[in-house]
């Protein structure tokens, strides 16, 4: 069992636990796999304690070049915090 914290990176960059692109074995297999992900800003922080700004997670190809042709093979909204809606996997934010 990995105790590296993963809902404590997970929650604050996408909105709710479970997919956590800072996991160090996660970026291992996906990089045997040529692959690599990357985050990019949606939200920014309010400027309240405790508060955090939202971000998109965005799977793509290492390579340069595959990436240009192919473009992002996936891309991970940020959902609905769980103090919005406490269970589930939470909405996509509009």
Do not use: W, Y
Request: charged share 30%.
């Amino acid at each position: 069992m990995c105790m590296g914290g993963c809902t404590s990176m997970s929650e604050p960059l996408l909105g709710r636990p479970g997919n956590n692109p800072m996991c160090h074995h996660r970026a291992l297999e996906l990089d045997r796999e040529g692959l690599r992900e990357r985050i990019e800003p949606v939200r920014a922080a309010p400027g309240q304690p405790f508060d955090h700004g939202l971000f998109r997670l965005i799977l793509e190809h290492k390579d340069p070049e595959l990436r240009a042709r192919h473009g992002p093979l996936q891309i991970d909204e940020p959902r609905r915090s769980r103090v919005d809606e406490p269970r589930g996997p939470g909405s996509p934010l509009e």
